[in-house]
């Protein structure tokens, strides 16, 4: 059974950070392209990072880079995204995902074989 848990969303003020963790089971971790979306309300979701596990490329969206940061810990086969610099524009539901096409560590929505359950991130203005 495929399972991605979210962890760390939460409410915090603009400029503050926040870190959310994806832990993966069920895969094989290093097959697989990982990725973080995101999606407000009223609008569409968003792919805000990246990363093929293998090889370590990463992948942002021009709305995040800069002050977003996607890691991984291969033998926890937990993904990572650190937010720094947080905005209210920021404020979505986060979720991970998990695909095996990824050009770049770009992952789109219809490459997603698996999703996580998704985290609440708040910021405040």
């Known amino acids: 059974q495929v399972q991605l848990v979210e962890s760390g969303g939460g409410s915090v003020q603009a400029g503050g950070s926040l870190r959310l963790s994806c832990a993966a089971s069920?895969?094989?971790?290093?097959?697989?392209?990982m990725g973080w979306f995101r999606q407000a309300p009223g609008k569409e979701r968003e792919g805000v990072a990246g990363?093929?596990?293998?090889?370590?490329?990463?992948y942002y969206a021009d709305s995040v880079r800069g002050r977003f940061t996607i890691s991984q810990d291969n033998a926890k086969n937990t993904m990572y995204l650190q937010m720094n610099s947080l905005k209210p524009e920021d404020t979505a539901v986060y979720s991970c995902?998990?695909?095996?096409?990824?050009?770049?560590?770009?992952?789109?929505?219809?490459?997603?074989?698996?999703w996580g359950q998704g985290t609440q991130v708040n910021v405040s203005s």
């Open positions: 069920g895969i094989t971790y290093s097959r697989y392209c």
């Open positions: 995902a998990a695909g095996l096409f990824c050009p770049r560590g770009r992952l789109s929505d219809s490459a997603v074989r698996y």
């Open positions: 990363i093929v596990t293998g090889s370590g490329i990463t």
